[in-house]
């Protein structure tokens, strides 16, 4: 078959001549980031995915899901904490939290910050990116040192059937929606979402980039709208990440929910205290701030 061959070839070339670059697919045809490499710190396949943990020159240490990557430690800050303090902070008090995915820790360090939230519950499909992460990313899989988290190895979809009424806030920091995570892109993993938060429940979701796929973004929104009350979409920097950019989308049970501005503000030495890098007050309100065009095409009936 013609198109297993090419699949194989590209998944072979991945690393070529001390680079390496992104597995070409349909999210982000003609395109492909590279890094330059040091060396290949690990390399397996677990049950659900191909893992490869990569040094390299100039991003540190990367964690690659499939070809595809999924944090560097010089920039995943800016994803970690836009992912967990911009749904936190729209809510006047996130209780108790459920991390869906995330399996580098990152988000759970994050979430963790916040001085409201009183239980962390995380459900992460691959055990095994759990513990290459404690091994290899320390900084991130810190998350999971802190006694506010529970971990469950276990299908995010399948773990949000059994859970009803119980969250203030979900975030969902899964991979690309090919492979394990497809799941958690479908309209019916919103509805799921909506049975398992508790009134004035805020959802938030890694939402794809209006560069990449500003259709797509669109689609997500229209399925997330079928369920929620009020729905945005957020962005933020990030070099590591295709185009450099990446959105979140997030809605909310309460119609009286303003995303735009933060419900919790923090003064310099708690921002310090908290280790925060990349989100403020500010930053909060700018990330929901669209080009005209992304604003026109997303309110396109
Ligand atoms: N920030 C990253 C990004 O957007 O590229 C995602 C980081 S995190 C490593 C993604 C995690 O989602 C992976 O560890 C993967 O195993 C997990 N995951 C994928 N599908 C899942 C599912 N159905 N249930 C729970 N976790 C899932």
Redesign the pocket.
């Known amino acids: 078959d013609y198109c297993e061959i090419e699949c194989v070839f590209i998944m072979v070339d991945q690393i070529l001549n001390g680079w390496f670059s992104e597995i070409q697919n349909e999210l982000w045809p003609g395109q492909a980031f590279s890094l330059k490499l040091s060396r290949v710190l690990h390399e397996e396949k677990s049950k ?2 191909d893992i490869k943990v990569l040094d390299t020159a100039t991003y540190g240490t990367c ?1 690659v ?1 499939d070809g ?4 560097t430690t010089r920039d995943e800050f800016s ?2 904490e836009m992912i967990s303090f911009l749904p936190l902070n729209s809510h006047p008090a996130p209780k108790k939290v459920l991390i ?5 820790g ?1 988000v759970a360090r994050e979430v963790s910050k916040h001085p409201l939230v009183e239980e962390i519950h995380q ?4 055990e095994r ?1 759990v513990e290459l992460s404690k091994e290899f990313l320390p900084n991130m899989a810190c998350g999971f040192k802190n006694p506010k988290v529970k971990l469950t190895i ?4 399948k ?1 949000m059937k059994e859970h009803t009424n119980e969250f203030d806030v979900i975030i969902t ?4 929606p090919v ?3 497809e ?2 892109f479908q309209e019916s993993y919103y509805e799921l979402m909506k049975n398992a938060l508790r009134p004035g429940g805020i959802v938030c979701s ?1 939402g794809g980039s209006f560069w990449l796929n500003c259709a797509y973004v669109k689609k997500t929104m229209d399925g997330c709208k079928k369920h929620f009350t009020k729905v945005s979409y957020a962005h933020t920097s990030i070099p590591s ?1 295709p185009c450099g950019h ?1 959105g979140f989308v997030i809605g909310c049970l309460d119609s009286n929910t303003n995303f735009k501005t933060s419900l919790h503000n923090y003064s310099e030495a708690e921002l310090e205290n908290m280790k925060l890098k990349y989100y403020t007050r500010n930053i909060h309100s700018a990330a929901f701030s669209l080009p005209r065009w992304v604003e026109l095409f997303l309110s396109n009936e």
Do not use: K
Request: hydrophobic share 30%; with cysteine.
């Open positions: 659900y995915q964690l899901l595809i990557i999924q944090c994803y970690q869906v995915g995330g399996g580098d990152g459900v992460e499909i691959d990116v276990g299908d995010g979809f773990y920091d899964s991979s690309d492979g394990p995570a799941s958690l890694q990440y990446i």
